[in-house]
């Protein structure tokens, strides 16, 4: 009965933890903005930039690799913002940030999308692979946040925290196709491509004011619904 009672309890404070929610929502749209970096750019470059196969590997390549340069900086950035502004925003901080600065990454791929493509031109799609890498790097420049704030708030239910909020995530990777689907439909024009990027963006800024209420000095079992 102590097991089923404490096991409960546990359910219980994941679902009704208005913190919990935040880091979840969080991911889900964090997923939904950042899953068109990772696999829709190559048709975007075939098909607007008319991107060689080959050059579309160097082109894509990039922003992957942004990203696991942020993700390497992600938790030093943490620790230290732990140290300087306290448990709370020390987590909070790097993550609503990086989710910001993703979003200007969309940003400047929408700005560049002004400029009319040119067949053999390699500057534009090249300048759009620039603002994509700003949102990959930053993208995994906040992940080392939410696996510490995983850690502050669950204890032993690390695990379960994780685990509810990565659901979340892969929620938003499955919603992310439809999106992508219903805003480009069969034959994008320009016009629903620069629409796409602007969705993306608007994902990752809600993204950011999520995470804003998440709070890594109340652990499980102590966060206020």
């Known amino acids: ?3 089923f009672l404490e096991a409960w309890s546990h359910r219980r404070a994941v679902l009704t933890s208005v913190s919990l929610w935040g880091n979840s929502i969080t991911q889900l749209l964090m997923t939904m903005g950042w899953l068109f970096a990772v696999t ?5 470059l075939e098909k607007v930039h008319k991107v060689p196969l080959g050059e579309q590997a160097l082109m894509t390549a990039v922003p992957t690799i942004a990203g696991i340069v ?4 992600g938790g030093w950035w943490t620790d230290a913002a732990s140290r300087r502004f306290g448990l709370k925003w020390g987590r909070r901080l790097p993550l609503t940030a990086t989710r910001f600065m993703s979003a200007a990454g969309y940003g400047v791929c929408m700005y560049f999308a002004q400029y009319q493509p040119q067949p053999g031109s390699r500057w534009l799609p090249w300048a759009v692979i620039g603002g994509l890498s700003l949102a990959t790097f930053s993208t995994d420049l906040g992940v ?9 708030v669950g204890g032993k ?13 892969n929620l938003g990777a499955a919603v992310a196709p439809l999106i992508y689907d219903r805003v480009l439909g069969e034959t994008p024009t320009i016009s629903q491509w620069n629409m796409m990027f602007a969705v993306c963006m608007f994902a990752f800024v809600l993204s950011g004011v999520c995470s804003l209420v998440m709070d890594s000095t109340k652990p499980l079992g102590q966060q206020e619904g």
Do not use: K
């Not at 942020?70 to 900086?73: E, Q």
């Open 70 to 73: 942020g993700m390497m900086g």
């Open 157 to 169: 239910y690390t695990g379960s925290v994780l685990g509810w909020a990565n659901m979340w995530g």
């Open 40 to 44: 829709w750019l190559p048709r975007y």
């Open 1 to 3: 009965p102590n097991v």
């Open 144 to 152: 080392p946040a939410i696996w510490a704030y995983a850690q502050d």
